[in-house]
């Protein structure tokens, strides 16, 4: 099993910034692929942002310009930069780990709350 633990959610005002962390540990082997995902309540979980293991990059509309992806393959953690936030931003922040091509197995860390609100 891949243990994905998150931090660095919180309440903050529009237009500042935010990083969120999230470590990987467990049966690290054979991930391929890590990232963020956001699920705002109501709404269905929607990517965020991706990122191999070469370092290429994987955006939503939303996110590209104001959101930075970024990884330390050595400590397998992956760091999501969010400038400019926005109250729309707000939602429950998913960290995802991804094995595999032709059948893809997800792992999920628990969640932190990003809210923006003045």
């Known amino acids: 099993q891949v243990r994905l633990v998150e931090s660095g959610g919180g309440l903050v005002q529009p237009g500042v910034s935010l990083t969120l962390s999230c470590a990987a540990s467990?049966?690290?082997?054979?991930?391929?692929?890590m990232g963020w995902y956001r699920q705002a309540p109501g709404q269905e979980r929607e990517l965020v942002a991706t990122?191999?293991?070469?370092?290429?990059?994987n955006y939503a509309d939303f996110a590209k310009g104001r959101f930075i992806i970024t990884r330390d393959n050595a400590k397998m953690t992956v760091f999501l930069q969010m400038n400019s936030l926005k109250p729309e931003d707000t939602a429950v922040y998913f960290c995802?780990?991804?094995?595999?091509?032709?059948?893809?197995?997800?792992?999920w860390g628990q969640g932190t709350q990003v809210t923006v609100s003045s």
């Open positions: 995802n780990a991804k094995k595999g091509s032709a059948w893809v197995i997800d792992y």
């Open positions: 467990g049966s690290i082997l054979s991930i391929n692929s």
């Open positions: 990122m191999d293991n070469s370092g290429n990059p």
